[in-house]
């Protein structure tokens, strides 16, 4: 029940603030989608400044490359992994997801315990997962037909605190419309007063 009231909350508050008019992403009226509707894909792999990084994306069964689908972009806790997440979330469930895509995106290990994955906002991170997320988002936008006044962003844990340093990123924060935080890790150094400007 909580995941279908958390995804609900989220479509309200598209409803609510994604009423601006955006251009339609590119990837609208190809031929056919790159994923099968209904699967979660393969791992998906993009270059960044962090080398090589890994995203997973699902489709629900009833998406056509033809008509607009909202998006939510999902961040596993740290020590997660994209199918920890996917688990959690529940999001690839038919019964509970029949018309979000939604984005997994995996976090690297921290230079100190490579078996300890995390996010940008841990303190020991040293990559820069901004700049993954808007390169995955490009990316997914020029593939898919994406509604771009619906993308959402949730996390977990620590994935939570990605999505609140989303929320506080200007260029990031236009292009999301609304941020779901569970159980936020947030530490002092990721939100100074430049940071999180309430016009942002």
Known sequence: MHYLSYIS???LLGVALGASTKKAASGCGASSPPFEPGKFSKDQTI??????????????????????TPAILSFHGAKGTIENQR??????EDWRNNKYIVIY???LATPNDPSRTAWQVDPLATTDDLGFTAAV???????LCVKKSQVYAVGKSQGGGMVNLLACDAALSS????????SGA???HDTSKAQCDRKN
Do not use: M
């Open 9 to 11: 909350l989220l479509a």
């Open 47 to 68: 270059t960044t400044k962090d080398g090589q990084r890994r995203y997973r994306v699902f489709l629900p069964r009833s998406y056509k490359q033809s008509t607009e």
């Open 87 to 92: 688990k959690l979330d529940g999001l690839t």
């Open 105 to 107: 995106l995996q976090g």
């Open 137 to 143: 988002l490009d990316e997914v936008e020029s593939k």
């Open 175 to 182: 292009r999301i419309a609304a941020f779901a935080p569970v």
């Open 186 to 188: 947030y530490y002092i």
